[in-house]
């Protein structure tokens, strides 16, 4: 930005050749939107054999309505990661992208979201299972009235 004027005297510096002075920085995101694409079929009728034809839907696109990819995901993340009550979570669906979204959409999301990961978690069980050692902190923890923690690895280890 250039100064237009004097503050002292008021003379016009429009004409002047400027310098550079510093420089400040602004951080923003752009406005949340929450995006809705209405997928439509249609149908044609064969004019030999009279066979009323109708077109596919794309593919996962299986119900009438729907939540994308990206909601299961900041529905998730939220839930799991950020340990929103399910109240405190729609609270933050309609406030952030104006989206009214049930506790019960919110737990069949999740259930979704949990099978979908499944194979990775028994990968994960599978190869702690195999293992000589398991990391900890030292934080422990009640198990069944027996206390675990650092140093307690393999005990625990029996339990899962």
Sequence with gaps: ?????????????????????SKR????IP???????????NSKKC??????????????IT???????N??????????????????LRQCMK?????????GTIDNILRRMSEKCE???NKIKSTILQSNQVGSDETSAKINGKKFGYGYGRQCHQLI
């Design 119 to 121: 194979p990775i978690y």
């Design 63 to 69: 119900n009438n309505a729907q939540y994308g990819p």
């Design 47 to 60: 004019p030999i054999c009279g066979h009323h034809q109708e077109a596919e839907f794309p593919k996962g």
């Design 95 to 103: 406030h952030f992208f104006k989206l009214d979204i049930s506790e």
């Design 25 to 28: 920085q602004e951080f923003d």
């Design 71 to 88: 909601i299961n995901s900041i529905v998730s993340y939220l839930s799991v990661y950020q340990y929103l009550p399910f109240k405190r």
């Design 31 to 41: 406005p949340i939107q929450l995006i809705v694409k209405e997928h439509r079929r």
């Design 1 to 21: 930005m250039d100064p237009n004027y004097c503050h002292k005297c008021g003379c016009n510096l429009e004409n002047e050749e400027s310098h550079f002075e």
